[in-house]
């Protein structure tokens, strides 16, 4: 069965620092993922996704990047995080190959940015 | 531009009772909608979707409907149970991507 992993589940960063934040799937090859996050109060946005490895297409301009180096790791980065960049950020996968797009998330990451 | 929009933030129903979430949507090109539910601090789970060439789909106490020529969905929890209470979001399929609403936070109260 697939399983997909993010950590760390907490995080508590001052403003300026870097982030990085990984996710990992297991169990399938050559998924879709996706950042996603969900400020306090909103609802999910979509920061970006990549349908394979070294392809990312970026929803929104944002202080973030992505990068996927492997088939199945995304990684979310800043180089100086934002009192903004707080939330609960999302990692998800939906099978490459299929027509309908179910996507199955991660348990996610609280970053707060003091 | 909000493509896909829950207008109720929040519903609040008793237990044993029927709940009904609603969704509203702008582009007709989505093809695909989706049900998912949230618990605070967990990531979202899949609970039930429905293509858009269905106007009903049911899973156990879970049935969504789609009227496509009002661009609208909605979700039956039908008894609903006080494990029910979580934030909902719905979306919508459109080029590999999911579009979701602000999500509504029902409570079900015993």
């Known amino acids: 069965s697939q399983t997909i992993h993010q950590w760390p589940a907490t995080l508590v960063q001052p403003v300026g620092s870097p982030l990085s934040l990984e996710c990992t799937v297991e169990?399938?090859?050559?998924?879709?993922l996706y950042w996603y996050r969900q400020a306090a109060g909103r609802g999910l946005q979509l920061l970006f996704y990549?349908?394979?490895?070294?392809?990312i297409s970026s929803e929104v301009p944002q202080n973030l990047s992505a990068s996927r180096p492997q088939d199945r790791q995304f990684i979310l980065s800043s180089k100086k995080l934002l009192l903004s960049d707080s939330g609960f950020y999302l990692c998800?996968?939906?099978?490459?190959?299929?027509?309908?797009?179910?996507?199955?998330f991660g348990p996610g990451t609280r970053l707060t940015v003091l | 531009d909000q493509q896909v929009k829950q207008n109720s933030p929040s519903l609040s129903v008793q237990e044993g009772r029927i709940s009904i979430l609603n969704c509203d949507y702008t582009n007709s090109m989505f093809d695909y909608f989706l049900w998912y539910k949230k618990y605070p601090a967990e990531g979202p789970t899949f609970l039930i979707s429905?293509?858009?060439?269905?106007d009903k789909n049911e899973d156990g106490r879970f049935t969504v409907f789609l009227n496509k020529s009002a661009k609208h969905l909605s979700l039956h929890i039908v008894p609903s149970q006080p494990g029910d209470s979580a934030v909902y979001f719905c979306a919508a399929q459109g080029a590999q991507k999911l579009v979701f609403g602000q999500g509504t936070r029902l409570t079900i109260n015993p």
């Open positions: 429905i293509s858009s060439i269905k």
């Open positions: 990549s349908v394979g490895i070294g392809q």
């Open positions: 998800a996968w939906s099978a490459g190959t299929s027509l309908y797009n179910e996507q199955f």
């Open positions: 169990g399938t090859s050559n998924p879709n």
